[in-house]
């Protein structure tokens, strides 16, 4: 007897098959061994005497016949592939076949809500104009509104994003001085104020300890600089008799270097000019910077201001160096902190932060060849 039993287990072994029961031989189950489920369309399970067999091995497990259905595998819930066939024919049977998957919605080519970035822009250069043409003055104020907005906005972001911290009052009130000082002693008032504001910084973080404190230095003076001093030469357009054209000269450059690189990049934008800072901007859009910067120089230098047309070229191609340069400046410094924006607070443009982005070193700029064109009056 056992000689028969270890001949069927060397033939299972070796066919993989269950043999049929000698005569007399009695079989699993009235040896007291549970017999393996049968599956639809197979045969007996097979299985080792003397083994119990569990549900999902063995022969019955390896090769199960699986009836075709209208999309949804069906495997007997003792196999290992049930649950990730039986997910994947459901999703077979949700999606009909030839159906495209559907395309991944694309953004807008202009980057920004269009409707209201015109009219935030409209109703900020009404505000300019009207500002101007009455009291020419007030647009210190609204530089200096403008500057303490903008340096809140950027103290925020460093400490959200870069846990550094900002001196505040130092910065907002130095700043503040720069501006108004300006007014009536031009650039040593403004960097007299600019200096001052830096030895304020100083001092005023050394009760916070070693921890971070270049760090923070560092970035209040870079706020001080970028946002108030460069500022502070917009304000100094001002006071002179013909302040207003030197305003409007300054202003009409830069919109229109970014109008033209707007448009231009829209329309016909191919090859990236910094695609690691500011991928959207591209050579197409520096072109129509150049065309829109360079005409509206040579016109308002010639009009507004009595320059040589020439002058104003070579205006306009500053402006739209400037301008450009604080673009992609801003770019980077938003690049590195991961974030979008500098603020929310004008509708398709972000913050008061990154409307001032080409405007702040355009300034510069723009004080310094006026100043060398047009003799003071």
Partial sequence: MAQVSEEREDRVEAT???????????????????????FPGTGPAAETPGVPVTPGTGSAAETPVVPETSGAASVPSGTGEASRLSAAGTAAAETPVGTPAPEAKKGSKAGRNLPAAIGVGLLLGAAIIVSLLTVRFLFIGIIAIAIAVGTFEFAGVLRRVADTRVAMIPVLVGGQTMI?????????????????????????????????????ISSSVFAAAYLPLFGAFAAMLVPPSDGVGRVLTFL?????????????GVLGGKHPMAPTI????????????????????????????????????????????????????????????????????????????????????????????????????
């Fill in 278 to 377: 500011s991928p959207k901007k591209t050579w197409e859009g520096f072109g129509g910077s150049l065309v829109g910067g360079v005409v509206a120089g040579a016109l308002t230098l010639s009009l507004l201001l009595d320059g040589h047309v020439w002058q104003g070229v070579l205006f306009g191609v500053a402006i739209v160096l400037t301008a450009t340069l604080g673009d992609l400046v801003e770019s980077l410094i938003k690049r590195d902190l991961g974030v979008k924006d500098m603020g929310t607070l004008l509708p398709g443009h972000g913050g008061i932060m990154d409307r001032l982005d080409s405007l702040l070193p355009s300034a510069v700029v723009s004080w310094l060849l006026l100043s060398a064109f047009v003799p003071l009056g």
């Fill in 252 to 264: 009409i450059g830069v919109v229109a270097s970014d109008t033209g690189g707007y448009i231009a």
């Fill in 16 to 38: 993989g098959e269950e043999p049929a029961a000698a005569p007399g031989t009695p079989g699993p189950a009235d040896a007291g061994i549970p017999a393996a489920p049968e």
């Fill in 180 to 216: 108004w000082l300006a007014w009536p002693f031009g650039r040593e008032g403004a960097l007299t104020a600019f200096v001052l504001t830096v030895l304020a910084c100083l001092l005023w973080r050394l009760p916070g300890g070693a921890k971070g404190y270049l760090r923070d």
